[in-house]
Structures are given as C-alpha cells and as structure tokens.
C-alpha cells in the first residue's frame, strides 16, 4: 500500500461474519474503515490502489474467512481495446446524452433506481431502500464524487453512474439503469464511456471493483481486457498480458 501521511491516528475494524450476497453458502466479512477529516482523500487514494472499495463514508475489503473469491479489477484505459459487441453497444447508444452532475440525489433519480432494484434484485437489501437511504448512499461522500447520468432526446433520465475521481483513475462505484431497455446494454455502455472519459481525461484506469469469477452479476467485468487485479504481489494482468497496445476507438 502507498504510503500515507496521516495527520493522526486510523483505525480498522473488522464486522461480523454475514451471509454472502454473491456465492450460495458462504459467509462474507469485512475490513472497514471511516474516511473523514482533512486525510480523507489521501487516505481513499491509497486504499484503492490496494483493492479497497467506497460506500458512503466507508472503505472496505473483503476478509472473508476460507474464501478468496472477490478480486479488485482495474481497467486499463490505453490497452483497452473493445471487441465488436462493445463496439455495437457504443454505436448504439450515441442518441444518449451523457452529462456529469453533482452527487445529489434527487425523486426522479431515486425512481429509476426503485424500478432497478425491482427488476434485477428484488427482494434484496438494496431494493427496501427508502429515498432517504438512496440520498445517503449518494451524498455520503468525503471525496470528489459526481454522478454520471445519461438521458434520451426527450430528458428521459434513462441511466446513472455513481462515480468517484482519483488522481489515477475513475471508479465505478453504483449503476443503474432503464430495466426496460435492457438490448442497450447500458452497463457495458456506461463502462465503455468511463473509459472514454479517463482517456480524456489524461487518467490510466477504470475501477471497476470485485470480480467473481462464480458470481453472473459480477463475471461480466472480465471482458474489459487488458484487466489487471490486484492480489499478494500488488497490480498485476488478470489474465496474460499478450494483449493489444493501441488507444481505444469506439467511434
């Protein structure tokens, strides 16, 4: 882990062991820790560059007790090279209109989310959530976080990215979209504009979070290759690094 000036003391905690959401009869615990105070963005960067993750005002990593299974990936932007279906869900979507806003949550956000949940998880935790716990899930934020909204010609609010800006990269931290308009494949398309972005932005990766190579929800993240993840010996390819060189073209 990079070094960390702290101004004071920071301590971690480990929670109690609690029914994995990813893998049938597996038990998930967690290292957290509080980001706040004036070493909150010194202390979010260095903990993401060692397989941390944000939720609200929280940083945490999996400390699951016989299991391994959740890996940190990374994309990075200028090796990425989008295989012909990443290409067709680029073209596809140009009729949207993307537009990075402040992270305040708002009643037509929040109904696109409830319709989300409904759709994909229902019956799950994130599915009970109230408006107020989706505006604490958006706003609980001490670092430079916005959301990412994608809209149709008419306004329709269609799709959302919850992102975080680090000094290296873009991080996908929440996404939902239309469950309507599921053959967009507004996933993989929001994915496809991050890293657009972070090319624009000067920026060498995309965070994507934990893949699960036994979990369907999260498996998908393998496609974005090269993929590097993050174990005992640091960033390394996922997979080979026999991979292609040049900047992305998506248009």
């Known amino acids: 882990m990079d070094h960390i000036p702290l101004k004071r003391p920071h301590f ?13 009869g597996r038990l998930e615990r967690k290292i957290v820790t509080e980001l706040n105070g004036p070493d909150a963005e010194i202390l979010h960067e260095a903990l ?22 959740c890996i940190p990936v990374r994309i990075a932007v200028r090796r990425f090279q989008p295989d012909r279906t990443m290409r067709k869900v680029w073209r596809q979507n140009q009729d949207l209109t ?44 001490p670092i430079d976080t916005s959301l990412l909204e994608f809209r149709q010609s008419d306004g329709t609010l269609t799709a959302v990215c919850l992102t975080d800006r680090m000094s290296d990269g873009l991080s996908a931290v929440y996404s939902f979209y239309a469950p309507d308009m599921d053959r967009r494949s507004l996933g993989t398309f929001m994915v496809l504009w991050l890293i657009d972005e972070a090319l624009r932005l000067g920026l060498p990766y995309v965070y994507l979070g934990y893949w699960i190579a ?14 590097e993840a993050f174990g005992v010996n640091g960033w390394q390819l996922l ?13």
Do not use: W
């Not at 997979?239 to 248009?251: A, I, K, L, S, T």
């Open 239 to 251: 997979e080979g690094d026999d991979f292609p060189n040049p900047v992305p073209q998506f248009r």
């Open 12 to 24: 971690f905690f480990t929670t109690a062991a609690l029914p994995c959401p990813y893998i049938n």
């Open 98 to 141: 993307a537009g990075m806003v402040p992270a305040r949550a708002t009643a037509e956000q929040y109904k696109l989310f409830s319709q989300y949940q409904e759709s994909r998880h229902s019956g799950g935790d994130m599915a009970l959530m109230g408006f107020y716990d989706y505006r604490s899930m958006v706003e609980d934020s």
């Open 48 to 69: 993401s560059r060692a397989g941390f993750r944000r939720s609200h005002s929280i940083a945490y990593t999996p400390a699951c007790p016989g299991c391994s299974a």
């Open 214 to 227: 036994e979990s369907r929800k999260m498996a998908y993240k393998s496609r974005f290759q090269p993929l």
